[in-house]
């Protein structure tokens, strides 16, 4: 999967209620998987979450997701950097 997209109504509430458990239910399934195949496999620690609320948001941070990685023999987290 290249990315998920979720949309909700205008009623904040509620929707960051959806998004919380989609999300929630996503990782889990990941993480059942990934012990399935026994694949090395962890959830970054710490992250950064965003509702995006217009398409300039959205392309902008898709970019930055993207093109993020080309930068992670520089990434000080990177211990092989």
Same mark, same amino acid.
Do not use: C
């Given at each position: 999967m290249?990315?998920?997209?979720? #949309?909700?109504? $205008?009623?904040?509430? #509620?929707? $960051?209620?959806?998004?919380?458990l989609?999300? !929630? =239910?996503? /990782? $889990?399934?990941?993480? #059942?998987?990934?012990? =399935? #195949?026994?694949?090395?496999?962890?959830? =970054?620690?710490?992250?950064?979450? +965003?509702?995006?609320?217009?398409?300039?948001?959205? +392309? $902008?941070? /898709?970019?930055?997701?993207? !093109? &993020?990685?080309? !930068?992670?023999? &520089?990434?000080?987290?990177? /211990?092989?950097?």
């Amino acid at each position: 999967m290249d990315e998920l997209v979720i #949309i909700v109504g $205008r009623d904040a509430q #509620i929707g $960051r209620l959806y998004v919380v458990l989609i999300v !929630n =239910q996503y /990782k $889990r399934m990941v993480t #059942i998987t990934a012990r =399935q #195949i026994h694949a090395e496999f962890a959830w =970054q620690a710490r992250f950064y979450d +965003h509702i995006i609320r217009d398409a300039p948001s959205y +392309h $902008r941070i /898709k970019h930055y997701i993207v !093109n &993020n990685p080309k !930068n992670w023999t &520089n990434d000080g987290f990177n /211990k092989n950097g």
